[in-house]
């Protein structure tokens, strides 16, 4: 894992330049600690920094053959398949690392190559044969790659805080965006937070001539092998979708550095735990965020769960104060407002993991997402039934199971005006945003906290044209699980869970996650299955339960999901009412004015309500207002704050000038 | 009951509760699909109803004709208060 940096056309001299380069990644050294190196030419710059993985000896970057120079950000785990064929067509290697291969598929096959990868990346390359940079992106967006024109000169990198280094360039909030990412939990399409700055899409890439003219070019698409997988019935998904899982695994435990994994204490991360350990023939570490607050521990089923595994297993526990303590440099990290202070935790996890000296680490994410393990999934479920049965006596009791986790809904009278509450989706959930329209109703309010200079309103046609543009031709034809599955691996996955609460706090402590339920085959496999085998009746992930039953504890596949937890308001607000110090300055009627995005009445009569202290009652959505604007003060202050670092010149390895 | 009191009341918790200006208010639609509250703003509302003009909600009273906006749940009070 690394960290990448670009410019186009730079016309200054040859050592501007490369100093330009140098404090860029100077800004991404916690990406990669172990060395750096610079390509710098009068056309295009290139910078790196390296966490060492594969070939530790020899894959130094940015790294050159004949005309084409790469710097590149992660990994590509059949590096060695690919290997084998480009030798099997005459292809010499110098290194035994997969940047070598991605560079040399690229050198044989061109652009038709990258469908060949299959792995987590962001790679630039310098195609001096046509003077042109080729930027290339996962399939997923798991790992970050971000673009910015500035001054006729377009710059790339793995974080946007590489572009505060740049002379003269400032990033400012879109206030328009940071409304939509409020909305989605991540700003549609290409958009960031930022003015100006971009994100390559996932499962793109985009080739720039020397004076930055560039075009888009898509060659991933999810769902896109669905007409063509064959039909399976429910025996052999289970054993094909298996069979899949355990290679995917197998495939992300190639690394010369050894391999962890998280383990949250739920079935996603215990089934990974388990196919690690039955693929290795020694023990391995897991790690756990722990809570000081038992209501939101899980350190139960942890335990059990690494008891089973037989991992020798580490965890952090977490108090209100670390949150306090540590959120501003989470938001450093994460360059973007989050929602709720879950990241927070895994900053300190990734710490943990640093000190055991594991370098990469094995995960649970994206099994939500392909097998409709979120409540939203049961939720368009009980809709579409209400919808084409409207008399039906069983609505209440549906929604009785929605939330078996939250304590004021064991009033089962309550069931009736839950009722109420999801009758006004029956006529929305059919457009485009299928469950989206949920996550939108709940947070449009945060408009009314905006400063009213900047006219933020909610705009859902509009909302919905920006959606529209991302969606690929056969989703009308999609079922609204499918819709719903793709519109999560499109907007909550990369925008929040990979980024803000993956990549960018494993990174913060050079840790490289790895995630085998998205692995593009694993991924359109999932999606191509009939939707009952991923929510039956009411039973999500049914077919990952069910493969599993005889691995792991029943106490974890038999509980009702919860959702991973932190503490939110109750970190900053003491039971006096009073706030830590560090959200008061945020906060503050001269912060919330220098920054300009809130209104600053709205804030204080927000907080009145919690004068005598946070109540127990308190739900998702004062958490979520109150870490949403906190956080956003935070991205603000750390524009203006940028941190500078210095590069030490004995950790270069690669110096090209030319 | 003095309907404009009660009005007046509620209007004033929702605005305190959900910190919302009272001209954004609408008398006449439903408050959770105007984003105003969501699924547990009308559970405190329903607290709130119950507990100021000292009502008791039946199960079968908890719907949208009832709840579906603040002069419904104004008049449904009314009608409870009536024929208690």
């Known amino acids: 894992m690394c960290g990448v940096f670009g410019v186009l056309g730079h016309s200054s001299d040859s050592d501007t330049r490369r100093e330009l380069i140098k404090s860029a990644i100077s800004a991404l050294e916690h990406r990669g600690p172990d060395e750096w190196g610079i390509y710098n030419t009068s056309k295009v710059g290139l910078g790196h920094t390296r966490l060492s993985i594969i070939d530790v000896q020899d894959g130094h970057q940015p790294m050159k053959s004949d005309d084409y120079v790469i710097s590149y950000n992660g990994e590509i785990f059949n590096y060695l398949e690919l290997r084998e064929e480009l030798v099997a067509q005459g292809c010499h290697f110098n290194t035994h690392s997969d940047t070598e291969v991605i560079l040399k598929i690229y050198q044989y096959f061109g652009v038709d190559g990258f469908v060949k990868l299959n792995g987590q990346f962001a790679a630039l390359i310098w195609d001096a044969s046509i003077n042109s940079l080729v930027v290339v992106r996962d399939r997923l967006g798991i790992r970050p790659l971000y673009c910015v024109t500035f001054e006729n000169n377009v710059y790339f990198s793995s974080e946007m805080k590489a572009f505060d280094t740049i002379p003269g360039f400032k990033r400012t909030v879109n206030p328009n965006h940071l409304f939509e990412h409020a909305l989605f939990w991540n700003t549609l399409a290409d958009k960031t937070v930022y003015e100006s700055i971009r994100s390559i899409s996932a499962g793109t890439y985009e080739i720039f001539n020397s004076s930055g003219e560039h075009k888009v070019s898509r060659y991933y698409q999810i769902g896109e092998t669905l007409a063509s997988q064959k039909q399976e019935s429910y025996d052999e998904s289970r054993d094909s979708f298996k069979a899949l899982l355990a290679d995917s695994v197998k495939l992300r435990l190639r690394s010369d550095v050894p391999v962890g994994a998280y383990l949250s204490g739920g079935i996603d991360s215990t089934v990974i735990s388990y196919m690690v350990n039955e693929q290795t023939n020694h023990a391995f570490k897991t790690f756990s965020v722990a809570f000081e607050d038992e209501r939101l521990d899980e350190s139960k089923y942890q335990i059990m769960a690494s008891a089973e595994i037989g991992s020798i297993h580490s965890s952090v526990v977490i108090s209100n104060e670390d949150i306090d303590n540590n959120i501003s440099n989470a938001i450093y990290y994460g360059e973007r407002p989050v929602f709720r202070t879950a990241p927070v935790p895994l900053h300190l996890l990734s710490k943990d993991v640093q000190q055991h000296d594991i370098k990469v680490v094995l995960t649970g994410e994206g099994a939500d997402e392909i097998l409709c393990g979120y409540d939203v999934f049961k939720e368009l479920k009980i809709l579409n039934h209400w919808k084409n049965n409207p008399n039906s006596e069983s609505i209440v009791q549906s929604i009785q199971s929605l939330y078996p986790h939250l304590d004021h809904y064991a009033d089962k009278r309550r069931f009736g005006l839950m009722k109420m509450y999801y009758e006004g989706f029956l006529n929305s959930y059919e457009n485009d945003f299928a469950g989206l329209n949920i996550r939108m109703t709940n947070n449009k309010v945060i408009a009314n906290y905006f400063n009213k200079d900047l006219g933020i309103t909610y705009n859902e046609e509009e909302q919905l044209e920006t959606l529209r543009s991302i969606l690929p031709d056969d989703y009308a034809n999609w079922t609204l699980m499918q819709k719903q599955s793709f519109l999560e691996l499109k907007t909550l996955l990369p925008g929040y869970l990979l980024s803000s609460q993956g990549d960018r706090m494993a990174m913060s402590h050079s840790i490289e996650g790895r995630f085998p339920f998205l692995d593009h085959r694993v991924v359109e496999k999932a999606f191509a299955m009939p939707d009952e085998y991923k929510l039956k009746n009411f039973d999500q992930k049914h077919i990952l339960k069910d493969i599993f039953k005889d691995n792991i504890p029943k106490q974890i596949t038999d509980r009702p999901k919860r959702p991973y937890m932190a503490p939110d308001l109750a970190a900053f607000i003491g039971d006096n009412g009073a706030m830590t110090p560090m959200a008061s300055d945020m906060l503050s009627e001269q912060k919330v004015n220098e920054y300009g995005l809130f209104d600053y009445t709205m804030i204080q009569k927000f907080l009145r309500k919690f004068r005598r202290g946070v109540p127990e009652t308190t739900g998702y959505r004062d958490n979520m207002i109150f870490i949403f604007i906190l956080t956003s003060q935070l991205a603000s202050y750390w524009i203006e704050n940028p941190r500078y670092n210095s590069l030490d010149e004995n950790n270069c390895k690669v110096d090209i000038s030319e | ?84």
């Open chain 2, 1 to 84: 009951m003095d309907k404009t009191d009660a009005i007046e009341q509620l209007l004033e918790f929702i605005i305190d509760t959900y910190m919302v200006e009272r001209e954004e208010v609408p008398l006449d639609e439903s408050l959770i699909d105007e984003g105003i509250i969501d699924s547990f703003g009308l559970i405190e509302i329903a607290s709130f109803l119950e507990n100021t003009f000292t009502i008791k909600i039946e199960d079968e009273e908890l719907i949208r004709e009832n709840f579906g906006s603040i002069i419904k749940m104004i008049e449904f009070v009314n009608r409870k208060k009536s024929n208690a």
